[in-house]
């Protein structure tokens, strides 16, 4: 089955990290560039970053900007994205999305609540 497999989300207080992984299985993630997103309670879902199929180009969202970085591991087939200074405004489920001309696929989501 070809699926993208989120990871890594959890509960952490204010301040602090975590690590989402997404992983590919059935395909490889070479040709396909991976956004982040992430969808809190009653909101819309939102883009949080994106980097392209070599990892020589990231964006990020000016929420998370200087706090998030997301990179990837092609050999691993796995993109990751490192959260720190996490704040209760970053609590969502965040998801995993690999796209590739009209091929797309989205991961079930990791839930993140950053809480005291």
């Known amino acids: 089955q070809l699926q993208v497999v989120e990871s890594g989300g959890g509960l952490v207080q204010p301040g602090g990290s975590l690590r989402l992984s997404c992983a590919a299985s059935?395909?490889?993630?070479?040709?396909?560039?991976i956004g982040w997103f992430r969808q809190a309670p009653g909101k819309e879902r939102e883009g949080v970053s994106y980097?392209?199929?070599?990892?020589?180009?990231?964006n990020y969202a000016d929420s998370v900007k200087g706090r998030f970085t997301i990179s990837r591991d092609n050999a691993k087939n796995t993109v990751y994205l490192q959260m720190n200074s996490l704040k209760p405004e970053d609590t969502a489920v965040y998801y995993c999305?690999?796209?590739?001309?009209?091929?797309?696929?989205w991961g079930q989501g990791t839930q993140v609540t950053v809480s005291s």
């Open positions: 999305n690999a796209n590739f001309l009209w091929q797309t696929y």
């Open positions: 980097i392209n199929t070599s990892g020589g180009s990231a």
């Open positions: 059935g395909f490889t993630l070479d040709y396909y560039a």
